[in-house]
């Protein structure tokens, strides 16, 4: 079972990095880091590059906003695209359980999603470092730990769209909604209207802690704003009720716990029907 | 050995499959034909536990769904339409390997012999080689491992005079009591190669019949071949079975695999107005 799981993932990676988008998606993380480190958006725009923190805030704020549609665009054509296209039919024609393939296209997929992305954090720490700046390691650290959530959690849903999608589009499309649903729940859009419509606090709150991306965004600019300035009136009363290192563990695991529920989710509903 | 009991399967209220029954015991080697939509490929898919179907499907008594490593472990596939995958075929076959617990240089030795140079290939993506190229690997990738039961969807299609010859050589020398499951949508594809043919129509099965063909897979007939006058078409065709012309292209000879004397005759009867004569050995 591990050694096909390791065999699977092994493939996946291959074909994945042989694949356009992942040039494209590799190209723009690569450009949006280089950009940051550049035009001085760090510490002050006046000083120009002062230190990390300021960097780091902005490509996770950047990531937030691109990762989760480049990873669902692209995940979503996995199981559908390979289905359309009869690979399904080769490939699960060898002896290899529907459990290995399965997990092993999505850690290889995995890898391949979330490298570019810690690649791109990895090169603005050397960068600092090159320049003599301290690096604040405790947000590099919980940075990363929520990318890794994140990623997971948005391969986790791509892969459960891809299993019930018939086709590569209509995968797309319910992509595309599923990411345009989460962003308009976010604590600045759409729960800020409910709020200014006295929706109760109960219901705004739950709706903020139910989507990933928004415990995603208020964990991470809790990394480096412990008081939460920049952010909307959910994440306030959120962190009234979890606290700093509560919601820091909450925004790591929710987000880790909703990607695994929908892969095994996937995972259930594509081993009971038509593979193929 | 293979048995399909009652198999039904129906897609958007459409019966693709329609109360199958057959058995097929070791050393059946079945021509699956049928016309576009007939059923062949569900039928394939179903044995390969590809789809969720009515009835029951197993192999010596084990249901394909349910131990899918065990069944696919024993089965060697070739699929119609080549998979359009990018890894390079070096991986392809390591992977293809490993999970078959086969070793990778016996598949590339079965597609060196199918006429494929591996040196060239290895490190080319598998999408990007020619429809015979792909059809010969994936046959490689089939007949490179240990397994009692093929199931090849149009195997030959794709591939020249030669390395048809070669592949039913490939498959006169696999186990008597293998089992070969062959579809096709031409009976002549096929049927020097087999001892049974089922047709089906519409998801049922119209016609289960016996086939007494004495020709051994491996045999290799000489064909001498006069024509009236020479024709360019001809000759082109006729090169690429391997003949050679003389007496300024009037008289041609070369070898037929006995298997592949139906698709040659098939192709002869095009010219039949040019032929003097044709003898078969």
Redesign the interface.
């Known amino acids: 079972m591990f050694?096909?799981l390791a065999?699977?993932a092994?493939?996946e990676l291959?074909?994945s990095i042989?694949?356009r988008w992942f040039l494209v998606y590799s190209l723009v993380f690569g450009a949006v880091m280089v950009l940051l480190l550049a035009s001085g958006l760090t510490d002050s725009r006046v000083m120009g590059f002062t230190g990390l923190s300021r960097t780091l805030t902005t490509y996770i704020q950047i990531c937030m906003a691109i990762l989760p549609i480049f990873i669902l665009i692209t995940m979503v054509r996995s199981v559908a695209g390979d289905r359309e296209?009869?690979?399904?039919?080769?490939?699960?024609?060898?002896?290899?359980?529907?459990g290995a393939w399965y997990w092993g296209k999505l850690l290889g997929r995995y890898v391949t999603v979330f490298l570019p992305v810690f690649l791109a954090v990895v090169v603005a720490v050397a960068w600092a470092g090159v320049r003599g700046f301290d690096v604040p390691w405790m947000e590099f650290l919980f940075s990363t730990a929520l990318l890794v959530s994140l990623t997971w959690c948005f391969l986790g849903i791509g892969m459960l769209i891809s299993t019930i999608a018939k086709t590569s589009d209509v995968a797309q499309g319910a992509a595309f909604t599923v990411w345009l649903v989460l962003l308009l729940f976010l604590d600045l859009i759409l729960l800020g209207a409910m709020v200014r419509e006295q929706m109760s606090s109960e219901v705004v709150v739950t709706i903020a802690l139910l989507n990933p991306m928004q415990v995603f965004r208020t964990a991470s600019m809790l990394v480096f704003d412990p008081e939460l300035i920049l952010m909307g009136p959910a994440a306030h009363v959120i962190l009234d009720a979890l606290g700093r290192t509560g919601f820091l563990i909450f925004g790591f695991v929710y987000p880790l716990v909703f990607g695994t529920l929908s892969a095994v989710t996937g995972f259930v509903l594509f081993r009971?029907?038509?593979?193929? | 050995m293979i048995e399909f009991a009652k198999v039904s399967k129906t897609f958007q209220r459409r019966a693709v499959l329609d109360d199958i029954s057959l058995s097929f015991n070791k050393g059946a080697r079945v021509a699956l034909v049928g016309s576009n939509g007939a059923g062949k490929t569900t039928l394939i898919r179903c044995l390969l536990g590809e789809y969720v179907c009515q009835g029951r499907v197993s192999v010596d008594g084990v249901d394909p769904r349910q131990d899918r490593q065990g069944v696919l472990a024993r089965i060697g596939f070739v699929p119609q339409l080549p998979p359009p995958l990018k890894i390079p075929v070096g991986e392809l076959i390591n992977y293809a390997a490993s999970l078959c617990c086969s070793d990778p240089l016996r598949m590339e030795q079965v597609a060196t012999q199918l006429g494929l140079d591996m040196k060239v290939i290895r490190t080319q993506p598998f999408v990007k080689l020619s429809g015979g190229q792909k059809q010969k690997l994936l046959i490689g990738i089939a007949l490179g491992r240990d397994s009692d039961i093929l199931v090849m969807d149009e195997p030959a299609a794709n591939l020249d005079p030669q390395s048809r010859k070669i592949f039913f050589n490939l498959l006169s020398e696999r186990s008597p009591d293998t089992v070969m499951l062959m579809s096709s949508h031409r009976i002549d594809e096929v049927a020097a190669l087999v001892n049974r043919v089922v047709e089906l129509d519409r998801g049922k099965v119209v016609l289960d019949d016996h086939v007494a063909d004495t020709v051994d897979p491996s045999a290799v007939q000489a064909c001498s071949l006069h024509l009236s006058r020479p024709e360019d078409a001809l000759a082109k065709t006729l090169s690429a079975w391997g003949f050679a012309s003389s007496d300024q292209g009037l008289v041609w000879s070369g070898t037929v695999a006995g298997p592949d004397r139906l698709r040659f005759f098939a192709m002869m009867s095009r010219y039949a107005g040019l032929v003097s004569g044709l003898e078969l050995k």
Not at chain 1, 85 to 98: D, K, T
Not at chain 1, 272 to 276: A, E, F, H, N, T
């Open positions: 050694k096909s065999h699977t092994r493939l291959t074909e042989r694949a296209a009869g690979v399904l039919e080769y490939m699960l024609a060898l002896p290899v359980s529907l009971r029907g038509d593979l193929q």
